[in-house]
């Protein structure tokens, strides 16, 4: 390999970008500390089919109930819609901080009854930092939600809609879309369940929706008494009824905007000696000095920034330098860790400061113990560190977040799979630091898995930003283990973004084998998502690139790939391409290599109408697992030399492979396979006329993996065995991850 080429990391996990002056710095994660992470993704379990989401979070802490926004929505979906579906849509829209998510969420907690399958909730803000797959990975969030795995989860935006209808369309469910900004955000996730309704949030009106029978809903200031009524429960009653005067002042120079009241009432919570008499003079001065010609079209902008500089004028020095840092944070949320190491400071600082914040109300904290900033307390803070402090230090604080993601996202990586090939030098990497994972009170695997589930859009955020501030090494070295949660978890769109990142920033750093790699790991989405075209451009140049570095691991897990785009177009060039992986493992030593090769290699030969030769390298491939202990690979390899029998005609042979794979493969977790075999089993009683309780039974044991799963074929075998249930199956049948 390699990776003997990369820049070793020093023993405190020091990641150098060799392109440049700066450095990338992380993590806190010294030996035995694992301080300030978040793994509260432990307390979560994964959605199953049939059961009930209830995503929708909490309305901010003292909500002022918006009464005539409430009712209207009440009256909008009191007997459904006349929309697509007769689904009832309401599209909430306002400025920025105006209130639209907390009234929208508010609402949907007090009418969860009327939805009794549930609620879903999507965030568009996130997913739109991607690569413009914000529609399609909000379809994939919701089917999640409604019990899809991965496995099963279409690669194409159509399928996915499809799915979608048709699991939707036996449930009564609210759908909540915050921060949309297309219709086709909202038309693509219309639940097509009788009684079912869409409230989406928005900074535009989304005036074309009316056509699909959406109501709109704009959102206005609060009225007076309504923020007087805001900032009575959050600086106490007593405090306001003391100064009526001021107090509705101070409303009415806020705007009506919860946000600006919220700072407002942090400003006098922190200072208990101010008055508000006091602090309507001092915004009034702030805002004079901000807009002197008092633009209308600029009100609201001003207004938001002349609170927040009142309050971070108040900051102690400490507080309000880790307040400027925070705005330079890739990623939308952050814990405890990640603003220490991001301001250099120990967890127990940084926590120390976020409590000084948090008090002034310049933080939010997510429901899962996490904290983010609202977008223009973000857009603030990021203003007052570019013009506060020197040049350098956005972008070493960036550099330091992403070596603390990389750090962690290559523990992860290790702790998944260790034997998995990697050109980055992962262990040099995360040298001299604490694994958190490794102390998992049961499987340290899938809790490194779910941490890197929950901190996707963080890691995707820093991957993106090693592009914008020039780390190119990070880049790759971040990329390439980023990989495994991919393996795993069909997020199509930011597995091929992640490695075009990655891909671009080795071939500018001059890494020919880690290209190659990432090049032919991009293949792998690629064609999930129908672009044959430009998976094979990927891999010819992988090819191209893998034969200049002399690895032979390399050169045979790229031949591997190639392999396997042919097997959908050319037989006869994936067994070839297949022979050359099996040959360059072989000279390698590279014992699972070689059994990998072989497995495929059978396949593509059985395809290509030579049973007989298909058995036998299938055969050789299974003990080869057994050799290196492979005990999933093997039992999927039994179950198709079963499978490979019964084209022979060895229907005694077949049934046991076909019953010993089933067994292995349900005893090993590898729920899909075996319902598979499964289901071969039961074709091959029926075939043998065996009583029908024997076919039964293995169909059964199938649609109860398909069904836990959230497969589309659950709907065929319902009807098949003749028994009822949720949804219906989606035209086709989505291929599963592997």
């Known amino acids: 390999m390699d990776g003997e080429r990369e820049a070793a990391d020093r023993a405190a996990a020091t990641v150098s970008n060799d392109l440049s002056t700066s450095t990338v710095h992380g993590p806190v994660v010294q030996a035995g500390s694992v301080h300030g992470i978040t793994f509260n993704y432990r307390m979560e379990q994964g959605p199953t089919a049939g059961a009930r989401p209830d995503q929708v979070p909490r309305a901010p802490r003292a909500f002022v109930n918006r009464d005539a926004e409430i009712a209207a929505l009440d009256e909008l979906f009191a007997d459904g819609g006349t929309g697509e579906a007769d689904c009832a849509i309401g599209v909430i829209s306002g400025l920025p901080g105006i209130g639209k998510t907390a009234a929208a969420c508010r609402w949907a907690h007090l009418n969860r009854s009327r939805f009794p399958d549930g609620q879903l909730f ?103 008494t309504s923020a007087l009524e805001l900032l009575a429960r959050l600086c106490g009653p007593g405090r306001v009824a003391a100064e009526p005067e001021a107090a509705a002042e101070l409303a009415r120079l806020c705007g009506g905007l919860p946000i600006v009241l919220r700072v407002a009432a942090g400003r006098l919570h922190t200072r208990s000696s101010l008055t508000i008499a006091a602090l309507v003079a001092e915004l009034a001065d702030e805002h004079g000095r901000l807009n002197p010609l008092g633009t209308p079209s600029d009100d609201e902008e001003h207004t938001v920034s002349a609170a927040l500089r009142l309050v971070y004028r108040d900051l102690p020095a400490d507080a309000s330098a880790l307040y400027r840092i925070l705005g330079s944070l890739p990623g939308r949320t952050f814990d405890t860790a990640v603003a220490g190491v991001a301001a250099g400071l ?35 803070a990021l203003n007052e560190l570019r013009e506060s402090d020197p040049p350098e230090t956005e972008r070493q604080a960036v550099g330091r977040v992403i070596g603390h993601y990389l750090v962690l996202t290559a523990l992860a990586d290790l702790t998944i799979r260790s034997d998995r090939l990697r050109i980055t030098d992962v262990r040099a990497l995360t040298a001299g630091a604490a694994n958190p994972f490794a102390d998992a009170a049961a499987d340290p695997a899938a809790d490194a898995l779910r941490w890197l589930e929950v901190e996707r859009p963080n ?25 495994v949660l991919f393996l795993h978890h069909r997020h199509l769109a930011d597995w091929r973004e992640s490695l075009t990142i990655g891909a671009e920033a080795a071939a500018r750093d001059g890494q020919a084998a880690v290209e190659a790699r990432l090049r032919s790991l991009l293949s792998r989405p690629l064609l999930d998502l129908g672009r044959d075209d430009l998976a094979q451009a990927e891999l010819a140049t992988a090819e191209r690139l893998a034969e200049s570095t002399g690895n032979l691991l390399l050169r045979a897990s790229v031949q591997e790939f190639l392999g396997r785009y042919w097997q959908a177009h050319d037989l006869g060039k994936a067994v070839a391409a297949f022979q050359r992986s099996l040959a360059l493992n072989a000279e390698v030593g590279d014992r699972r290599g070689e059994a990998l090769a072989r497995y495929f290699l059978g ?17 050789t491939a299974y003990d080869g697992f057994l050799e290196v202990r492979d005990a999933r690979m093997a039992a999927r390899t039994r179950a ?98 592997d």
């Open 640 to 737: 198709d030399q079963g499978r490979i029998r019964w084209r022979l005609g060895d229907v005694p042979g077949a049934r046991r492979d076909l019953t010993t794979a089933a067994d292995d493969l349900g005893r090993l977790r590898a729920e899909h396979y075996e319902a598979l075999a499964r289901e071969d089993l039961a074709a091959l009683a029926e075939e043998a006329g065996e009583p029908a309780h024997v076919v039964t039974e293995q169909l059964r044991r199938a649609l109860a993996v398909y069904e836990a799963g959230g497969n589309p074929r659950a709907a065929e075998l319902r009807a098949r065995l003749g028994e009822s249930g949720a949804g219906e199956s989606a035209p086709g049948e989505s291929a599963p991850g």
């Open 603 to 619: 396949l593509a030969v059985g395809e290509a109408g030579d049973p007989a030769q298909a058995l036998e390298t299938l055969t």
């Open 459 to 483: 890691i995707m955020a820093a991957l993106r930003a090693t592009a914008r501030y020039g780390f190119d090494r990070p880049a790759w070295q971040l990329a390439e283990p980023l990989t």
């Open 346 to 380: 120990s967890c127990e600082a940084a926590r120390r400061l976020l409590d000084v914040l948090d008090a002034a109300s310049l933080l939010e904290t997510t429901e899962d113990g996490r904290y983010r900033l609202h977008d223009l307390v973000r857009l603030h």
């Open 122 to 224: 999507v965030d568009f803000t996130a997913l739109r930092e991607g690569a413009g797959a914000d529609v399609s990975e909000a379809v994939a969030v919701c089917l999640r939600s409604l019990g899809v795995t991965d496995q099963y989860m279409p690669g194409r935006l159509a399928e996915r809609v499809g799915l979608y209808r048709s699991l939707s369309a036996q449930r009564r469910m609210l759908v909540l879309l915050d921060d949309v900004t297309r219709p086709a955000h909202v038309t693509a996730l219309l639940p097509h369940g009788p009684g079912s309704a869409l409230l989406a949030t928005s900074t535009q009106r989304l005036g074309d929706l009316a056509a699909d029978g959406a109501a709109l809903l704009p959102l206005e200031p609060l009225a007076q």
